[in-house]
């Protein structure tokens, strides 16, 4: 395997670590002590452990079993079993989801139940059921390959990953890092993440492959690419994140057609206008401010869109058929790329549309398009884009004043007459009634 088993681990018993039960889910709970009480092993595992042991809030809690998936979903009527490439148990309890996995195996894989399928070098399938060593060296970093026993509330630690978590240390499990990335390349994208995330160093050994071995990600499915840029860029610190992908020369393996323009105008515009953009999510995220992945993703890909729609307003192309070209071209190139669901694609493409039409001041135009369902994110995506210079910072001022304005207003700003409020009409009288009223 990737380095010997320790035997026996290094146990941490209650009394010297600062994990409570009070701080861990009701729910998570329930599924340990179901388990440990059917007659399985059951731990908490991975980032909750982590997190709890730095003193933070997780934000989610795993399970480690010996049992199989369905061992366990015998075990709860509200089971359900997901995934090929790792079958897991996801145990419902309304809005919250326990994930449980069964211990992953090692080496001696004629002896275990299960399958595993490598593609050079790469795990597409990994079903092969083992011990908890076995599972805890199958892990990607030593910090999150912590046990919480719920039998005797110990920490077992069979890594090194108490003394890297104390050194803020981000260190590979195995002696190969190499090796490690190319069976699952996702696993750079998570370094940066949790060296964001935790403010810890990646260890030398393994941040140097990170420069050489971007490429890699090219062989991920694109759909699975999708959910880790929306770990990487929408959990409150985007812009570091950011950042890092760049420094490692990740970002392009993601967004090469970005990458290209970044390239070009480092540190000025289209850098500022990206990173104004993760700092607007970031900030909304902090303060608990819904944010969709469709503005990601059009703060992410305008600028090579950008670029197309003047190419193609330059072959006298009417703006709004240059828009929607130029969109559409994009999307064709990265399909093989990462994957953006269509309800999320249609979205980005409408904040983009609205873009030429928001310079169209006069008339009956900005009415229309304050009924528009997206014009507050196409409004959020000109004022970011004025901010960062691209574009007009009046025309950006314009739209506020103008949606916060009254009638008169309004009526100032486009040319037009004010509205004038309708007059209640009194109804006619027939000529009988008239007849008898003159007479009167």
Same mark, same amino acid.
């Given at each position: 395997?990737?380095?010997?088993?320790?035997?026996?681990?290094?146990?941490i018993?209650?009394?010297?670590?600062p994990?409570?039960?009070?701080?861990?889910?009701? %729910?998570?709970?329930?599924?340990?002590?179901?388990?440990?009480?059917g007659?399985?092993?059951?731990?908490?595992?991975?980032?909750?452990?982590?997190?709890?042991?730095?003193?933070?809030?997780?934000?989610?809690?795993?399970v480690a079993t010996?049992?199989? /998936?369905?061992?366990?979903?015998?075990?709860?009527r %509200?089971?359900?079993?997901?995934?090929?490439?790792?079958?897991?148990a996801?145990?419902?309890?309304?809005?919250?989801?326990?994930?449980?996995?069964t211990? !992953?195996?090692?080496?001696r894989?004629e002896?275990?139940?299960?399958e595993?399928?490598?593609k050079?070098?790469?795990?597409? !399938?990994?079903?092969?059921?083992?011990?908890r060593a076995?599972?805890?060296?199958?892990?990607?970093?030593?910090?999150?390959?912590?046990?919480? %026993?719920?039998?005797?509330?110990?920490?077992?630690?069979?890594?090194?990953?108490?003394d890297?978590?104390?050194a803020? !240390?981000?260190?590979?499990i195995?002696e190969?890092?190499?090796?490690?990335?190319?069976?699952?390349?996702?696993r750079?994208?998570? #370094?940066?993440?949790?060296?964001?995330?935790?403010?810890?160093?990646?260890? /030398?050994a393994?941040?140097q492959?990170?420069?050489?071995?971007?490429?890699?990600l090219?062989d991920?499915?694109?759909?699975?690419?999708?959910?880790?840029?929306?770990?990487?860029?929408?959990?409150?610190?985007?812009?570091?994140?950011?950042?890092?992908?760049?420094?490692?020369?990740?970002?392009?393996?993601?967004f /090469?057609?970005?990458?290209?323009w970044?390239?070009?105008?480092?540190?000025e515009?289209?850098v500022?206008?990206v990173?104004r953009?993760?700092?607007?999510?970031?900030?909304?995220?902090?303060?608990?401010?819904?944010?969709t992945?469709a503005?990601?993703?059009?703060? *992410? *890909?305008?600028?090579?869109?950008?670029?197309?729609?003047?190419?193609?307003?330059?072959?006298?192309?009417a703006p709004?058929?240059?828009?929607?070209?130029a969109?559409?071209e994009?999307?064709?190139?990265?399909?093989?790329?990462?994957?953006?669901?269509?309800?999320?694609a249609?979205?980005?493409?409408?904040?983009w549309?609205?873009q030429?039409?928001?310079?169209?001041?006069?008339?009956?135009?900005p009415y229309?398009? *304050?009924?528009h369902?997206?014009f507050r994110?196409?409004?959020?995506?000109?004022?970011l884009?004025?901010?960062?210079g691209? #574009?007009?910072?009046?025309?950006?001022e314009?739209?506020t004043?103008?949606?916060?304005? %009254?009638?008169?207003?309004?009526?100032?700003m486009t040319?037009?007459?004010?509205?004038?409020?309708?007059r209640?009409?009194?109804?006619?009288?027939?000529?009988?009634? #008239?007849?008898?009223?003159?007479?009167?």
């Open positions: 395997m990737h380095e010997t088993i320790p035997d026996p681990p290094f146990v018993p209650r009394s010297e670590h994990i409570s039960r009070a701080n861990i889910s009701e %729910n998570a709970l329930k599924v340990l002590y179901r388990l440990k009480d007659g399985y092993q059951a731990y908490l595992v991975g980032g909750g452990v982590r997190d709890l042991l730095l003193g933070r809030e997780p934000k989610d809690f795993d010996d049992a199989t /998936p369905e061992q366990v979903r015998k075990q709860f %509200n089971c359900r079993l997901i995934g090929r490439r790792f079958r897991l996801h145990v419902h309890f309304g809005r919250e989801i326990i994930e449980v996995a211990f !992953r195996g090692g080496g894989e002896t275990l139940e299960g595993r399928h490598l050079n070098g790469m795990i597409v !399938r990994d079903n092969l059921y083992g011990t076995e599972d805890a060296l199958r892990r990607d970093f030593s910090v999150n390959a912590l046990y919480y %026993n719920i039998a005797d509330f110990s920490v077992i630690d069979y890594a090194g990953g108490l890297d978590l104390r803020g !240390r981000l260190r590979l195995g190969d890092p190499v090796t490690r990335y190319r069976e699952d390349p996702v750079m994208l998570r #370094a940066v993440r949790f060296a964001c995330k935790l403010g810890f160093n990646i260890d /030398p393994c941040e492959p990170l420069f050489e071995l971007g490429h890699l090219r991920v499915p694109s759909a699975r690419l999708f959910e880790e840029v929306l770990k990487l860029l929408q959990t409150g610190l985007g812009q570091c994140t950011f950042e890092k992908l760049r420094h490692y020369g990740l970002f392009a393996h993601l /090469p057609e970005t990458e290209e970044l390239a070009r105008e480092d540190q515009f289209p500022t206008f990173s953009g993760l700092a607007n999510t970031d900030r909304r995220i902090q303060e608990d401010k819904p944010v992945p503005f990601l993703f059009a703060v *992410l *890909l305008w600028e090579p869109v950008r670029r197309r729609f003047e190419e193609l307003l330059a072959q006298d192309m709004d058929e240059a828009m929607l070209h969109s559409g994009l999307f064709a190139r990265r399909r093989n790329l990462v994957a953006i669901p269509k309800r999320f249609l979205t980005t493409r409408e904040i549309a609205l030429p039409r928001l310079g169209q001041c006069d008339g009956k135009r229309r398009l *304050l009924t369902p997206r994110a196409a409004y959020d995506f000109l004022v884009r004025s901010e960062a691209e #574009a007009s910072s009046e025309l950006a314009w739209w004043v103008f949606q916060e304005g %009254n009638g008169q207003v309004r009526a100032s040319g037009g007459p004010a509205k004038r409020r309708k209640r009409r009194r109804p006619r009288q027939s000529a009988t009634a #008239a007849s008898e009223t003159a007479e009167s």
